[in-house]
């Protein structure tokens, strides 16, 4: 098959999902990783022809109710798919193996994953107390009509690859079939139902389940039309049928049933046992249609537990034991030492603990596995009846308690035996890292001579890659070879370096040449390339002289971030196989590369240790000039969001919302055309079109004449959902390389459209501002235009710097540096008595020895300088007076962050980090905030960004208006009057809002002219001038007697929104040195005026209290 889809019913149960669950695998010949296979229900992905794999989707599967999924992909187009629930496109892409064919001849199982082409399943994968019903197959893509068309019918179709109605479950061991009842209801919609327990037939209650069957090698000649004959034609409309569901949970055996070559004439005679049921007279259809038949098993009794082959028992020895307490010398590690002697008093190998209540016993595996036995070895020279009622319990919380019973307390059938086996659960393994022994419910002494756990290690998310199954460009080069390294930290000299120095000495004494981190718990090691490339293989030269199973556990991963855990996994982890190989070879995901500046490895173990490295090559190709994809959208499409309905999440100063749909798509924000909010986590903005629409491309006109990289990681949402999290997306996520550019367009399901009344932007896991200079939402223009379909090419250019494509930065006149040496400072340490003072004492003399006015720190990781302002002000340049007389190449990595947070790292970065060794060089070093925008913080901070050093500075300046800059006209009044209007969240004590435009400034509360809200969330108080103003200054008489401090945090805000949360800040957030005073004056938009008919006060947060004096809003009529 070139092309095929796939649909179901699916309920999940309302205890959870296993977040692991295979929904349905595909496996033939060749495809060792699987053909086709749908995984991870609470974030689905796709796999298609191995590692073949969509993104994560986001999407969800529901619980505790039944939904129908859809899967739809094509060779062609670019190797397009699409997800869809309930009819609707939930997710959809390219690139999911493209030109790749899938052979006929393999077995499909539903609601497990074969791990191999072989054969074999683990629970890890299963879908646990699942139920699936209607599952069907097509050699073609549906379209979303017949999707949506097939939801509404109970059948649910027949599939020409695979039809459920040629599932047959009767000789098939570990499987329930559960009668249902589905119904048409007068929308059109169909609703399932499972029927009363009387009603039910329901068979072995063994926790097992698949549904295996046999995809034809060829597709059928003709896909059949109709159900077979012992299947009805139609839904019924007034009674409700019945129909087979499957509730997979684990594997089961398999059993094939070959697809007809045409439609079926006859209900399928493997069942062995058939129970007619008649459909009432006012449902009945045409002759030659029966009601569906239920197939009925019998249960499956098992009186044994299997258990793997050769099942090693020795998971527990010499591993980390605890206990309660400790009895004399009987400590708990006696009962991991590997010996079985049962004489407490002779052998010396039994742990005990004290007499109490509740004693128990625990052993830490290290890492979570799966655990099928635990035998204990008891004590025989006396006592055995003590571990009567004893419990085992295994999982991953060191609190036992919270940890699953492994089979049945230990009963007085066995507890005098000398060996007593406790098998989990019947064959089916526990997952965990704790395996614990406990007397529950007496007060007794707990003695354990030996515990062995038969285990066995979890299987890894990622198979292992060889170049024997998986083929990787010949072409590759080592792109590490002596880039930037860094690592956790340095042990004797084994710099972090010495990894990508091309040399693959494995002797880490004689040659020199090895990394070596201190011993601590998870060591890192990272290689910035310094640009992305597209990674295929991790090769790591393994240190041989001593120690190699230091690199058991060893994780590798690729990606932009420089926190390990937020890149994609190369490949395995490495085990005790790959640990003691000189040369490790780990390829990324099979053929296909990942993306990425870092390569990571890091030790993921449980335990402090070292990680040495002799050499990482990394296999890697500099991705493309361009890349071409072709994707069908219509001709004629035109933009439908002009003019719309428009919001934020916050707005900087007058770049409103609307500004992004205004039809201006002048790229320089002075050209006053394009919205922005605050600096905040995860900025939105959003389209309202009035009505579902079908969308086919997003334009965005970014910003150009500076910060366009901002819009990196933004993310375009379309759905019927007010809450944008719920929306499907459109296309790609915004790189690096489309970030540069001015016009960005991101064609949302290659070609077809996605339906939605909404559509959003939004910066996805990212602090910073989001600036939109427009935004196009392309359709067919017009209900009558019949769309004529044109082939349009997505082209991704490399990235070039921003220098190269914008307009330099010219800062406002008239700015200067508002340092004095009364500014608080601090850093990280001080050495030699260089203090922070000196970087702020107005003397700008490099040289550090003779000059006497360079801060230094000592030699240490991350070291940092930071000042505090006192109040929050608008940051446009950073000047730092670098050390000449040596040594000015270490403030290379420097970076820069102004923000109103005294940890720095929350605070946004000040352009980037200084990474180029000729800037830094220099003896005065600028660093721009923000052209005509600003950074606007009360802290200034410096730090050498995951670099170990000193830190040095000789001065530093920051550039900004003066404090007399922003003074407002001479003829602003005070803008309440009689005729406004105030209101308030809530009133306490009779204080209502009026109270703060009375014109009594009385700041004690007693004196009954200040406003007071009840102790709620996000209080407010709002004042409606009638119409839009321009205001430059509020003034507010803050509560004096007691509680100023209420006001902390208080925002200001102007706009003609009468919803308060919509419209613009004036000026700051009230810092905690402001409401100390009475009197509070906040400046909105220095030179500027704020437009707006509403202004508001107000606190965000659960149980704040909003007290107000007096409000004055000066402005001009």
Request: some cysteine; hydrophobic content about 35%.
């Amino acid at each position: 098959m070139d092309a095929f889809t796939v649909c179901f019913w699916v309920k999940m149960p309302d205890t959870g999902i296993a977040s692991w669950g295979t929904l349905f695998s595909y496996f033939t010949d060749g495809d060792r990783f699987g053909s086709i296979v749908m995984t991870y229900p609470t974030n689905l992905r796709m796999w298609v022809k191995n590692w073949w794999a969509s993104p994560w989707t986001k999407f969800k599967v529901e619980t505790g109710a039944w939904q129908r999924l859809c899967m739809t992909w094509t060779s062609s187009d670019g190797g397009a798919y699409k997800l869809y629930n309930k009819g609707e496109v939930v997710y959809a892409g390219s690139g999911l193996a493209p030109g790749q064919t899938i052979k006929g001849g393999g077995s499909l199982v539903v609601g497990q994953k074969l791990m191999n082409e072989a054969g074999g399943f683990h629970k890890h994968y299963s879908l646990k107390q699942a139920r699936i019903l209607n599952f069907n197959m097509w050699d073609n893509v549906l379209s979303k009509s017949d999707i949506a068309d097939d939801k509404k019918v109970c059948r649910g179709g027949c599939g020409n690859v695979i039809s459920w109605h040629e599932f047959t479950f009767a000789n098939v061991e570990n499987i329930a079939t559960t009668k249902i009842r589905c119904r048409t209801k007068p929308g059109g919609e169909i609703d399932i139902e499972d029927q009363e327990e009387d009603d039910m037939t329901t068979v072995s209650s063994v926790e097992t389940t698949a549904a295996p069957t046999q995809a034809p090698t060829q597709a059928p000649t003709e896909a059949p039309t109709k159900a077979p004959t012992a299947a009805p034609t139609a839904a019924p409309t007034v009674a409700p049928t019945e129909a087979k569901t499957v509730a997979p949970t684990a594997a089961a055996t398999e059993a094939k049933t070959e697809a007809p070559t045409a439609a079926p004439t006859a209900a399928p005679t493997e069942a062995k046992t058939e129970a007619k049921t008649e459909a009432p007279t006012e449902a009945k259809t045409e002759a030659k249609t029966e009601a569906p038949k239920v197939t009925t098993l019998a249960p499956i009794v098992t009186t044994e537990c299997p258990l793997p082959e050769d099942l090693p028992m020795d998971a527990a020895v010499g591993k980390t034991a605890t206990q309660s307490s400790r009895k004399g010398g009987s400590k708990a590690d006696r009962a991991v030492d590997g010996d079985n002697n049962s004489n407490l008093k002779t052998g010396k190998s039994c742990s005990k603990t004290n007499v109490e209540a509740n004693p128990w016993w625990k052993v830490d595996l290290g890492e979570s596995m799966d655990i099928y036995k635990v035998t204990i070895t008891n004590r025989q020279d006396c006592c055995a009846e003590a571990l009567l009622n004893a419990e085992v319990r295994v999982g991953d919380s060191e609190d036992i308690a919270e940890n699953a019973v492994c089979g049945v307390k230990i009963s007085e059938n066995v507890v005098g035996q000398e060996t007593i086996d406790v098998v989990c659960d019947c064959g089916n393994p526990l997952i965990g890292r704790y395996v614990s022994v406990q007397l529950v419910g007496v007060t007794e002494s707990l003695t354990l001579c030996e515990v062995s756990v038969g285990g066995l290690p979890l299987p890894t998310l990622a198979p292992e890659f060889t170049t024997e199954y998986c083929t990787v460009p010949e072409d590759l080069e080592n792109v590490a070879r002596d880039k930037q390294a860094t690592q956790s930290s340095n042990k004797s000299g084994g710099k972090a370096s010495r990894a990508v120095d091309g040399n693959k000495n494995s002797d880490y004494k004689k040659g020199k040449s090895c990394t070596h981190t201190k011993p601590e718990l998870h060591p890192w090691w990272r290689v910035d390339l310094g640009e992305n490339f597209d990674v295929y293989k991790v090769t790591i030269t393994n240190r041989q002289d001593c120690c190699a199973e230091r690199l058991i556990g060893a994780q590798i991963r690729v990606g932009n971030s420089e926190k390990f855990e937020e890149n994609d996994p190369c490949g395995h982890t490495l085990t005790e196989h790959h640990a003691l190989q000189e040369t490790v070879e780990v390829i990324c995901a099979c053929g296909t590369p990942l993306h990425g500046q870092y390569v990571m490895i890091q030790l993921t173990g449980s335990v402090k240790e070292s990680l040495v490295l002799c050499e990482v090559e990394v296999g890697g190709i500099r991705p493309e000039v361009a890349t071409t994809k072709a994707c069908v959208v219509p001709d004629g499409l035109t933009n439908i969001a002009a003019g719309a309905v428009v919001s934020q999440s916050t707005t900087t100063g007058k770049a409103v919302a609307d500004r992004a749909v205004d039809g201006d798509k002048n790229s320089a924000f002075k050209g006053r055309s394009c919205s922005k909010t605050q600096v905040e986590s995860e900025p939105w903005w959003k389209v309202d079109l009035g009505s579902s629409q079908d969308v086919y491309q997003v334009t965005i006109t970014n910003r150009h004449d500076c910060c366009g990289e901002r819009l990196l990681n933004a993310e375009v949402r379309i759905g019927d959902s007010e809450n944008i999290k719920e929306n499907a997306v459109c296309g790609f996520k915004v790189d690096e390389h489309n970030a540069v550019q001015e016009t960005i367009d991101i064609i949302c399901a290659c070609g077809e459209a996605v339906k939605g009344r909404y559509v959003s932007v939004q910066l996805a896991g990212t602090t910073q501002a989001l600036t939109l200079c427009e935004v196009d939402v392309l359709a067919v223009g017009g209900p009558t235009v019949a769309p004529h379909w044109t082939t349009v090419k997505e082209v991704t250019p490399t990235l070039e710097p921003a220098t190269t494509t914008s307009e330099p930065c010219i800062l406002p006149e008239g700015l200067v540096n508002i340092i004095t040496p009364e500014v608080a400072v601090e850093q990280s340490s001080t050495r030699a008595g260089r203090q922070a003072t000196r970087a702020v004492d107005g003397n700008k003399d490099s040289n550090l020895k003779t000059g006497g006015s360079c801060t230094m720190t000592n030699k240490e990781y991350e070291p940092w300088f930071k000042m505090d302002l006192g109040a929050s002000k608008p940051i446009y340049e950073v000047v730092m007076t670098n050390r000449m007389d040596c040594c000015s190449f270490r403030l290379r990595f420097a970076e820069i962050r102004v923000g109103d947070s005294p940890n720095p790292r929350e605070n946004p970065i000040c352009s980037q980090v200084l990474r180029r060794g000729r800037t830094v060089r220099k003896e005065t070093v600028r660093v721009t905030c923000g052209c005509e925008e600003p950074l606007t913080g009360r802290y200034i901070s410096i730090q050498l960004f995951n670099r170990t050093n000193m830190l040095t500075l000789c001065e530093v300046e920051a550039m900004s208006w003066p404090e007399k800059g922003c003074e407002v006209p001479n003829n602003v009044v005070n803008l309440i009057n009689s005729a406004t209007t105030v209101t308030q969240s809530s009133i306490k004590r009779g204080l209502g809002a009026d109270k703060a435009i009375d014109g009594d400034k009385n700041s004690d509360i007693a004196g009954k002219s200040c406003t007071q809200t009840k102790e709620e969330s996000n209080p407010w108080w709002k004042a409606d001038l009638g119409e839009t103003r321009s205001v430059f200054k509020v003034v507010v008489t803050n509560r004096m007697d007691c509680c100023s401090w209420r006001l902390d945090d208080a925002e200001i805000r102007i706009g003609d929104n009468p919803d308060h949360t919509k419209n613009a800040l004036c000026g700051t957030t009230l810092s905690r040195e402001m409401v100390r005073e009475e009197t509070i004056e906040v400046t909105c938009d220095c030179p500027n005026a704020l437009q707006g008919r509403y202004v508001s006060v107000n606190l965000t947060g659960d149980k704040r209290m909003l007290t107000l004096c007096e409000v004055e809003i000066l402005g001009i009529r």
